[in-house]
Nanobody, 123 residues
Framework: QVQLVESGGGLVQAGGSLRLSCAAS????????TGWFRQAPGKEREFVAA????????YYADSVKGRFTISRDNAKNTVYLQMNSLKPEDTALYYC????????????????WGQGTQVTVSS
């Protein structure tokens, strides 16, 4: 089993920044890709970004390219999501998730999930 714990969410004004963290524990060797997803009230869960544990390949949704950066610290088993130039439409519950190969942006393919951390961007 893999356990994922997110942190770093909060309330920020438009144009501000937040950094989310996702700490993994357990059988982390089985989590080839870690992704961030978000879900706003009344909306579908959507892909934000993903990163591989080997090779540091990164993937982004078009809506966050140039504003968000995903990174990882293997020694700490932690993945980060640096969010800059935040917009009110970024407001959502952000989830960290993990899966084995191959890469996918489809949330249904991710086996392990954290509890989520709320990000609220005020205008």
């Amino acid at each position: 089993q893999v356990q994922l714990v997110e942190s770093g969410g909060g309330l920020v004004q438009a144009g501000g920044s937040l950094r989310l963290s996702c700490a993994a524990s357990g059988r982390t060797f089985s989590t080839d890709y870690t992704g961030w997803f978000r879900q706003a009230p009344g909306k579908e869960r959507e892909f934000v970004a993903a990163i591989s544990w080997i090779g540091s390949n990164t993937y982004y949704a078009d809506s966050v390219k140039g504003r968000f950066t995903i990174s990882r610290d293997n020694a700490k088993n932690t993945v980060y999501l640096q969010m800059n130039s935040l917009k009110p439409e970024d407001t959502a519950l952000y989830y960290c998730a993990a899966r084995s190969v191959p890469y996918s942006s489809d949330w249904t393919g991710y086996r392990y999930w954290g509890q989520g951390t709320q990000v609220t961007v005020s205008s």
